[in-house]
């Protein structure tokens, strides 16, 4: 069981930066990959950026440049910087474990969301 903890989210002007933070019960050596997805009123959830064990990264293409996802193993933590930020941007935000069982089998775990509006 891995419990995850979102912080940082809140309301910033266009242009503006934010750090998400997401706090996790469990030691992330442990966890496969971890990333921070949003949904926007009316959307559907989507893939915000990715990490996984191996230090890979990956982003969608409507952030690309302007967020960067981090971890600090020690922490247990993982980070969400968001930069240039736009009101598209605006959405709650969830942090995601996913952790493998086998090559078959595997768990996924979600964070409460942590709203992030942006005003224009």
């Known amino acids: 069981q891995v419990q995850l903890v979102e912080s940082g989210g809140g309301l910033v002007q266009a242009g503006g930066s934010l750090r998400l933070s997401c706090a996790a019960s469990?030691?992330?050596?442990?966890?496969?990959?971890m990333g921070w997805y949003r949904q926007a009123p009316g959307k559907q959830r989507e893939l915000v950026a990715l990490?996984?064990?191996?230090?890979?990264?990956n982003y969608a293409d409507s952030v690309k440049g302007r967020f960067t996802i981090s971890r600090d193993n020690a922490k247990n933590t993982v980070y969400l910087q968001m930069n240039s930020l736009k009101p598209e941007d605006t959405a709650v935000y969830y942090c995601?474990?996913?952790?493998?069982?086998?090559?078959?089998?595997?768990?996924?775990?979600w964070g409460k969301g942590t709203l992030v509006t942006v005003s224009s």
């Open positions: 995601n474990a996913y952790v493998e069982f086998s090559a078959m089998d595997g768990m996924d775990y």
């Open positions: 469990a030691s992330i050596f442990s966890i496969n990959a």
């Open positions: 990490t996984t064990s191996g230090g890979n990264t």
